[in-house]
């Protein structure tokens, strides 16, 4: 993996993200300042919506915008084979099935959303 997909490139991704989700603004017309949470597509908590709660599409909701998630490995094994399933792996394996609640690597990472979807 390489270009985008860098594990470095992830994690500049993941504290981006993090930055931009933080924001505020001052809405004059409301007299109080907006977030995210405010203005966003909520789809399983449409009329409370934390931020928890927002359809953020990123790749790294693969990783339910969770670091320790995007560092996780696990030996695993397959056969005689034996390797390390990480990052990678999971990327693949959710690629391919977004709608899994558990991968079938040594990771076991659900492929949901940190908001509940796909």
């Not at 449409?46 to 998630?69: A, K, M, W």
């Amino acid at each position: 993996f390489s270009g985008v997909l860098a594990e470095d490139v992830l994690r500049e991704l993941l504290e981006l993200q993090e930055r931009l989700t933080a924001l505020t603004a001052w809405a004059p017309g409301l007299d109080r300042p907006v977030r995210l949470s405010d203005v966003c597509y909520a789809p399983l908590n449409p009329t409370e919506p934390v931020l928890g709660d927002c359809c953020i599409n990123s790749v790294i909701q693969y990783f339910q915008n969770n670091r320790s998630h995007l560092a996780m490995m696990a030996a695993q094994s397959h056969g005689d084979a034996t390797g390390t399933a990480d990052w990678r792996d999971h990327l693949i394996y959710c690629v391919n099935s977004p709608l899994s609640f558990k991968d079938i690597t040594a990771l076991e990472l659900s492929c949901m959303a940190n908001y509940g979807g796909p």
